[in-house]
């Protein structure tokens, strides 16, 4: 909308660069031209603005398919107004001199305008498709037809408008329909999910099974092991048996003989001294066979004398130390002899 601005009964008009406006003065056409700045009476002064910039039309509308199915179009559309004065001669932009708003409503006019020319064409389209194929491609046979029906419209060149670009946003059916045709995929993608599923837990139970033989075998494994550890255990304990037998065995013969050798030396020992024995007995039996009979009582009586208890005193009477005398008086002679 244009900026107008009261100064002493003038009005004094600022543009957008976006905007075009026409100024006729009693008539004649006094400004011309996008981005004006100027003064003028509001009595005298007849002001259009038309916009010059590319704007966008959001359009949406039902059409029915060659199947009887009712669908929904959402489509943009993209114009501009090429020939400014064109559409100003054609639809109302005038724009009031004292606040500068539209008196009409110009671009409601041109959004009805391609709105039902893309809607005619739509619906011709959609009228020979069926629904499913309107679904799949519907959007591009939509839009190119729409787009060559705006392009070949004659009353859009004739206003000064330009279709820059047809843009579908898309072609929906009614709420139960969708509902309706999403069902097979749905079930198919829930079969797939299902389908994945059991193989997912068909692996999961075959790696169970394999982490399971693998546990048992290593089970078997280890009492396989464990069985040779205590074989190994008692034959090495067997060995270590033997060895000790052997060993005590060797230990015992080796004591047996050194047994026998100090049983046969003592003998031999003995065997000696017992001849030794016998020898000093017989030399000392063949010297007391060769001494004299007086000889030998000395020795007896040095010998008994040897053997009796300690005497401190004896009291021999004349009688018997007589005797002693007169019996070693007798035996002195002899002796001498």
């Not at 009712?70 to 606040?99: G, H, K, L, N, W």
């Amino acid at each position: 909308m244009a900026d107008i601005t009261r100064r002493f009964g003038w009005r004094h008009l600022r543009s957008a660069p976006t905007a075009h406006i026409r100024h006729h003065k009693r008539g004649e056409l006094a400004h011309d031209g996008a981005g004006l700045s100027f003064w003028y009476r509001s009595l005298s002064a007849a002001l259009s603005e038309v916009p010059v910039n590319d704007r966008e039309l959001a359009m949406a509308f039902h059409a029915r398919t060659a199947d009887f199915q009712d669908v929904t179009v959402q489509a943009t559309v993209t114009y501009r107004i090429s020939d400014p004065a064109e559409a100003a001669a054609r639809i109302d932009f005038s724009i009031d001199p004292d606040t500068g708003a539209w008196r009409g409503a110009p671009l409601e006019q041109i959004a009805t305008l391609l709105t039902e020319t893309a809607q005619q064409h739509t619906l011709d389209v959609l009228a020979r498709t069926p629904l499913a194929a309107a679904l799949v491609d519907g959007v591009a046979s939509v839009r190119e037809r729409a787009a060559t029906g705006l392009a070949n419209e004659p009353r859009l060149p004739a206003t000064g408008i330009d279709v820059v670009a047809v843009r579908v946003v898309a072609i929906r059916p009614e709420a139960e329909v969708e509902r309706a045709l999403r069902t097979p995929a749905r079930e198919q993608i829930q079969q797939e999910a299902d389908r994945a599923t059991y193989e997912r837990r068909a692996v999961a139970v075959e790696r169970e099974r394999t982490i399971a033989e693998n546990e048992l075998a290593s089970q078997i494994e280890l009492a396989r092991r464990e069985e040779q550890l205590v074989e190994q255990r008692g034959t090495n304990t067997r060995r270590e048996a033997e060895e000790h037998a052997a060993a005590d065995g060797v230990r015992a013969e080796a004591e047996a003989a050194r047994t026998v050798r100090l049983a046969r030396a003592e003998a031999e020992a003995a065997r000696e001294v017992g001849a030794a024995r016998a020898d000093a007995q017989a030399a000392w039996l063949r010297v007391h066979g060769e001494v004299a009979p007086a000889t030998l009582h000395a020795l007896a009586a040095t010998r008994l004398a040897e053997n009796l208890p300690r005497i401190d005193s004896l009291t021999l009477s004349p009688d018997v130390l007589t005797g002693l005398l007169t019996k070693l008086g007798r035996t002195a002679p002899e002796t001498r002899a």
